[in-house]
């Protein structure tokens, strides 16, 4: 069984101060058990005051997180914040490892040596995995969750990519015990009696267009046709025009994504629109699987946060949340962006410990017709996990 420890600072000033609030917070000498492991996620101004080396001198336990738009425990959030939510068992077991900074010549080779060393400290195969993922300009998101991907296997693995206040990902930051790496992913690894459950709720229905369209020509996370035609007409058609000149494909349009593998959709965010009239995505969009259109506005976002938490409400036996939800929901909210981290921490109270962290990219398992768990890539979507 795990257990889960939560903790929070505001002390963005001072190190030592928010360190200590943490380790007063968490009273480690009477909490921990045999194992455990840290997961933080924090305003990156504390990386630039020496936080992380001082929680790492005071805490006798691996931490692994990302930097953050906005972050929620104990029922306080915000975007000033630092939480730290620590898992900790005596009969699961944690490793965790970081890469050296990652190109696209040794993304392979980076990956699955921090891979490999996380797995050898455990000393087994994992049953569970944890993934902290930069954004870059030279690798997209897919790149890194193809590697993930391949890594894991049948593996079921949940994470976040980085974000930041600055919204253009500059301070953008993974960390790992007491420092933050710009371009380095790292894994955590579980093995022994830990049984994750996945929740993913993107677009209300009533929020996809009806109209569907096949894929029928791709390059990757290149879309390039649908029903044949170019994407620019195909959109041009259900009305994405103006004066006839297809508008601008921006990252606050969802492109709903089914791939017939009998998951549900995949919400997924779209980065510019080429000269061919193509779309560059944040994840595969193969030939075959189905296109519609969404749209998310304030109603729908509470409404999809306040349907996540009350699914997995419904779970029996809750040690502990891990809740990722896009930044783009926040963002879309506006001056009301810290809307959807007051509805979630309303909701859940006191009842459970949680961590809630906005992502800049999401990893979370989506079960298939056959009720065998396939991971996927998500955008605008409010990811969870239930351990």
């Known amino acids: 069984m795990i257990r889960m420890l939560n903790a929070i600072t505001g002390q963005i000033d001072d190190p030592d101060a928010a360190a200590s609030e943490i380790l007063e917070q968490l009273d480690p000498a009477r909490n921990l058990l045999a194992n455990s492991i840290g997961l933080l996620a924090c305003n990156y101004e504390f990386i630039d005051v020496g936080a992380l080396e001082a929680l790492e001198k005071a805490l006798p336990f691996e931490i692994a997180g990302v930097t953050t738009l906005g972050s929620a425990v104990k029922g306080l959030y915000g975007q000033d914040y630092l939480s730290l939510s620590v898992l900790t068992s005596d009969d699961v077991r944690?490793?965790?490892a970081v890469t050296g900074e990652v190109t696209k010549e040794n993304l392979e080779q980076e990956l699955g040596g921090a891979f490999k060393q996380a797995k050898d400290t455990l000393g087994n195969s994992p049953c569970f995995i944890l993934a902290y993922a930069p954004i870059m300009d030279k690798l997209s998101?897919?790149?890194?969750?193809?590697?993930i991907k391949k890594l894991s296997g049948d593996t079921p693995v949940f994470g976040s990519f980085s974000c930041d206040q600055t919204l253009q990902f500059r301070e953008s930051q993974v960390i790992h015990n007491g420092r933050a790496y710009r371009e380095s992913l790292a894994f955590v690894l579980m093995e022994g009696g830990v049984h994750p459950r996945f929740f993913?709720?993107?677009i209300p229905e009533r929020n996809i267009r009806k109209e569907r369209g096949t894929i029928t020509e791709s390059d990757g996370v290149i879309l390039k046709k649908v029903n044949n035609m170019p994407l620019a007409d195909y959109l041009g058609s259900l009305g994405f025009a103006k004066d006839g000149v297809v508008e601008k494909i921006r990252a606050s349009i969802p492109f709903m994504i089914d791939y017939n593998d009998g998951g549900k959709p995949v919400a997924m965010a779209t980065y510019e629109m080429t000269a061919e009239g193509y779309a560059r995505c944040a994840a595969n969009v193969p030939v075959d699987a189905t296109l519609a259109i969404g749209a998310l506005d304030y109603e729908s976002i509470m409404e999809t946060a306040e349907t996540t938490v009350s699914h997995l409400l419904e779970c029996k036996?809750?040690?502990?949340?891990?809740m990722h939800p896009c930044l783009s929901r926040s963002v879309l909210l506006g001056l009301n962006g810290a809307d959807e981290m007051k509805k979630v921490t309303g909701l859940l109270g006191n009842r459970v410990p949680y961590q809630f962290c906005y992502a800049g990219g999401e990893i979370c398992p989506t079960e298939s017709e056959e009720g065998k768990l396939v991971n996927h890539m998500h955008n605008f979507s409010f990811i969870a996990c239930v351990l």
């Open 200 to 202: 993913v709720t993107a």
């Open 94 to 96: 944690f490793s965790s």
């Open 317 to 322: 036996d809750i040690n502990g949340i891990l």
């Open 141 to 147: 998101v897919y790149d890194f969750f193809t590697e």
